[in-house]
């Protein structure tokens, strides 16, 4: 146990002169990120104008149907409340600051009945009747009070905090704090507090472990037996067994392997306030009140002021990361699906015409040659038997208006429109229910939307069956006509040949049927073309065109409205990861023990209050003494990594691995990142506390990385 001189009117005189260096740095970083926070507000307000403006342009677009922009209006306006919600909690945190700037702020956390309020007492020379209140429920129990220049919050119990608003009471308070006191006893070290504690301590505020020995002064006998040899109970060496389980607790919740941890006796310490003569000394040198006080008072000489830059570089970064960025990131992820939806949907629409209309175009010419094939096969017979008719021509035009009706042709029509019809409709139903799915994932995450349908999108195919059978049965022509003037002619120049001549009456003959029949595949040709210039007119370039086009637009103005959303979370990343520069920059530059190079500092890839990784072009720290004694001001795990030009050998070291624990790597472009498969019992350590090592990596690489497992 490290042994700390008296306090002399010089030890004083130094620890006043830090707090008031301590106050100044406070005053100076409130400013600071006041500011930010000012053109922060700004900037994304300004973002999402933008926003506004393309879910106007959405909205004002050719498609009405409201089941589409209903969940989109909603997602914008949640976005817009998250919005206004989370920088009023910003704004509420740092004007919780701004009331203690002058003072360095200390927070005792615990479980109910730890001792917090006995040491509270101890502090303050109470009389102790506040001593076994903790369990009361209510905001009263936070209570502030100052000892040696410095301001003490005593928080109710952690098993007192039932819900979500006692969480955040706990959280405000935290928030405020620039050191946790983190009070646990001797008869029970529960994993538990180590969980709640890690929630709290989010921010990153640095930790000291105060181990309550709870052994029994109360009875005589033990007293005077503690009393002899007090270290016996109240020392590291005592606590040896307790020790290991604390900083494998810390080491597992807070990655933090070397944390302080002091033992005292805190109703000891109580007591010598109250005894007198030999008896206070005996009591209050067995409590290690002595050192705990000392301890604190060579924190804050030693790091005090760094302590105060985290609490306001740490508690920005904390509610960019925690209030800002995840609206915009679900956000995100609330309008990726139907992005998804209706580029899949349209996509599938046009694939589909693509198929439909040559199949269709192909069938108008089977269907109508179909019609025609009974002439063809009966023209011989037809002029043989008739050729010496009168009637010739009226016979032939009687057994055309026969064959070719308009009614086959519209039959042809409407057998196109029904197998669109069919088709658009399913595809349709499946749309809405696609759709639905969409607004249930929504429904979801924002708790209410108004159920709605598709049924503008399936009005599409309600409108082609009206207007399409419209056509059918309105556009009618005289298939009949064509071609019919110049049969009659023909039959006129045979009168001339009719008699005797049977050589030359045969060839007329035959010339007649070549005529007829070249006659007959003109009015085929020509009955084709007619239909598909139809099928061009109103469903090509018609019903195609609006059908596809208009979902087409919907995905380029959704793409768009989601580029944006991810241009703003880029944006918020690159904000919080230059906050990260700037907070290791700053606690390096009161070290007045050491010069750096700031320059060589890359990236840096940070899970606050875990580990921060640091990619630079050249080490930061002359060695790993250095690079230690930064790391329990910064309160963070730091690995530093050297950049080189082998992407391979980077992304290991970014991984803080080896390459015998990898199998193999794969870059796969679709993903922009990596698939990396591991040896199955290097899996958790690859992929970390939560994901944070994987977390980390991503952001120094900027690559998405999946981590699968493979053999031993």
Known sequence: MVKYKQNTTNNQTKYITTLKECSEIAIQEYQEANNKLKELKEELTSYQNTLVETILKLNNSSIKDRSIYEPLDTVNKKTSELLRKGFDDFEKSFTRKSKSLSYFTVTLFGKTKAGKSTIREALTNGDGSTIGKGAQRTTRDVITYQWNHIRIIDTPGFDAYQGEEDEKIAFSQVDETDLILFLVTSDSIEESEFIKLARLRRENQPVIILLNVLYDIKHPIKRKLFLQNPRKYVSIDAIRGHLNRLKFLSKKHFEIKNIPVIPIHALCAFEANKATGEQKEKLYVASNFDYFKKFLINEIETSGKQKRVHTFRDSYIFHLENDIKPVYVNSYKNL??????????????????????????????????????????????????????????????????????????????????????????????????????????????????????????????????????????????????????????????????WGDD????????????????????????????????????????????????????????????????????????????????????????????????????????????????????????KDKEDAKNFMKIYGERIIEIVDESNKLNLLVKTLNTNFSDIINVNYIEKIKGYIIKVKKDKLGNIIGIKGQNIKTAEKILNHKIIIKEGGN
């Open 336 to 497: 990726k699906p139907i992005v998804n939806l209706l580029y899949n949907k349209q996509k599938e629409l046009n694939n589909w015409f693509n198929k439909f209309i040559p199949d269709k175009n192909k069938e108008i010419e089977i269907e109508v040659k179909r019609i025609f094939t009974p002439l063809f096969n009966q023209l011989d017979f037809f002029v043989e038997q008739n050729i010496e008719d009168e009637n010739f021509s009226e016979k032939w035009k009687k057994l055309v208006n026969e064959h070719i009706t308009d009614d086959k042709i519209k039959c042809i029509q409407e057998k196109i429109i029904s197998d669109m019809n069919r088709y658009l409709d399913e595809f349709f139903k499946e749309f809405k229910f696609d759709m639905n799915i969409s607004v249930s994932k929504i429904q979801a995450e924002i708790n209410r939307i108004k159920k709605s349908s598709v049924g503008k999108v399936l009005r599409w195919a309600e409108a082609a069956t009206g207007v399409l059978s419209a056509i059918a049965f309105l556009n009618s022509w005289n298939p009949l006509g064509w071609g019919l003037g110049i049969i009659a002619f023909g039959m006129g120049i045979f009168s001339w040949f």
């Open 502 to 621: 049977t050589k030359r009456f045969n060839k007329q003959k035959a010339k007649l049927k070549t005529r007829m029949f070249n006659n007959l595949e003109k009015m085929q040709r020509k009955n084709i073309s007619a239909l598909k210039t139809w099928f061009y007119n109103e469903i090509t370039r018609g019903l195609k065109r609006k059908i596809t086009q208009d979902l087409y637009n919907q995905v380029i103005l959704f793409k768009k409205l989601l580029k944006e959303y991810s241009i703003i979370i880029d944006k918020i990343d690159s904000i919080i990861e230059k906050e990260n520069i700037d907070l290791i920059k700053r606690l390096l530059e009161l070290d007045s023990s050491h010069t750096y190079n700031f320059d060589v500092i890359e990236k840096v890839g940070r899970v606050q209050g875990i580990v921060t990784k640091i990619l630079v072009k050249e080490p930061l720290f």
